[in-house]
């Protein structure tokens, strides 16, 4: 009788751990990104400001170290992925591509999507991965570092969601995070979050981004 109980209350436990998992996982996912404080609200052209990105150092596909320094004077576009997402990673890639298609006269922006894998998404692995979407490496950048100074530049820096749900150390694992693309000025001022599952926000985000190149 005992053991019965035992077993309920064992079903129970996993029943309720497991809602809570899914749950944080839709959470961030489907959740808005937390609301920020708008810095200036009349900056040129009607763009608003979300504040600063940190200083960060990453390493790029090909080895070299990556810094925000480098960014300075270009406009980019930063997302977050990993290469074996097949939820929402494989629609902003391609979104990234076809950026990079459109936008290729203008040498000022740079496209930068960065790993929330980073033990798996080795820079081998970012090549792979690029190649397979015929990035550019001059003109879009896949970073990876170490996981905690990434998690705390997505979460503190960008001010967006990411979280390593149990089993990501497996093939399958799943990572939550933000399918939301960011735009950054030429002084790395966040100007604007955009919903990649959103087709009228992927139309937002390049008329803001050739706002940001008439200024």
Same mark, same amino acid.
């Given at each position: 009788?005992?053991? &019965?109980?035992?077993? !309920?209350?064992?079903?129970?436990?996993?029943?309720?751990?497991?809602?809570?998992?899914?749950?944080?996982? /839709?959470?961030?996912?489907?959740?808005?990104?937390?609301?920020?404080?708008?810095?200036?609200?009349?900056?040129?052209?009607?763009?608003?400001?979300?504040?600063?990105?940190?200083?960060?150092?990453?390493?790029?596909?090909?080895?070299?170290?990556?810094t925000l320094? =480098?960014?300075?004077?270009? +406009? !980019? +576009?930063?997302?977050?992925?990993?290469? &074996?997402?097949?939820?929402?990673?494989?629609?902003?890639?391609?979104?990234?591509?076809?950026?990079?298609?459109?936008?290729?006269?203008?040498?000022?922006?740079?496209?930068?999507?960065?790993?929330?894998?980073?033990?798996?998404?080795?820079?081998?692995?970012?090549?792979?991965y690029?190649?397979?979407?015929?990035?550019?490496?001059?003109?879009?950048?896949?970073?990876?570092?170490?996981?905690?100074?990434?998690?705390?530049?997505?979460?503190?820096?960008?001010?967006? &969601?990411v979280?390593? /749900?149990?089993?990501v150390?497996?093939?399958?694992?799943?990572?939550?995070? &933000?399918?939301?693309?960011?735009?950054?000025?030429?002084?790395? =001022?966040?100007?604007?979050?955009?919903d990649?599952?959103?087709?009228?926000?992927?139309?937002?985000?390049?008329?803001?981004?050739?706002?940001?190149?008439?200024?």
């Amino acid at each position: 009788m005992n053991d &019965s109980k035992n077993r !309920w209350f064992l079903l129970g436990g996993l029943v309720i751990c497991l809602g809570i998992v899914l749950g944080t996982a /839709l959470w961030l996912k489907l959740g808005p990104y937390p609301q920020l404080a708008v810095m200036n609200g009349n900056s040129a052209g009607g763009l608003n400001q979300y504040g600063a990105v940190p200083d960060f150092t990453l390493t790029e596909r090909n080895g070299d170290a990556i810094t925000l320094a =480098q960014l300075r004077g270009r +406009i !980019w +576009i930063a997302d977050f992925i990993y290469t &074996s997402c097949t939820d929402t990673c494989p629609l902003q890639t391609a979104m990234m591509a076809r950026l990079q298609e459109e936008y290729a006269g203008k040498p000022n922006v740079q496209l930068v999507s960065v790993t929330v894998d980073p033990e798996r998404d080795t820079p081998q692995a970012l090549s792979i991965y690029a190649a397979k979407h015929s990035a550019d490496a001059k003109r879009w950048f896949f970073l990876t570092g170490q996981r905690e100074r990434i998690i705390s530049l997505i979460q503190d820096g960008f001010h967006l &969601s990411v979280a390593a /749900l149990p089993g990501v150390s497996e093939p399958s694992g799943m990572i939550a995070h &933000s399918p939301r693309f960011v735009l950054i000025d030429r002084d790395g =001022q966040i100007r604007g979050y955009y919903d990649s599952r959103e087709l009228e926000a992927f139309v937002r985000l390049k008329n803001d981004l050739d706002t940001l190149l008439k200024g």
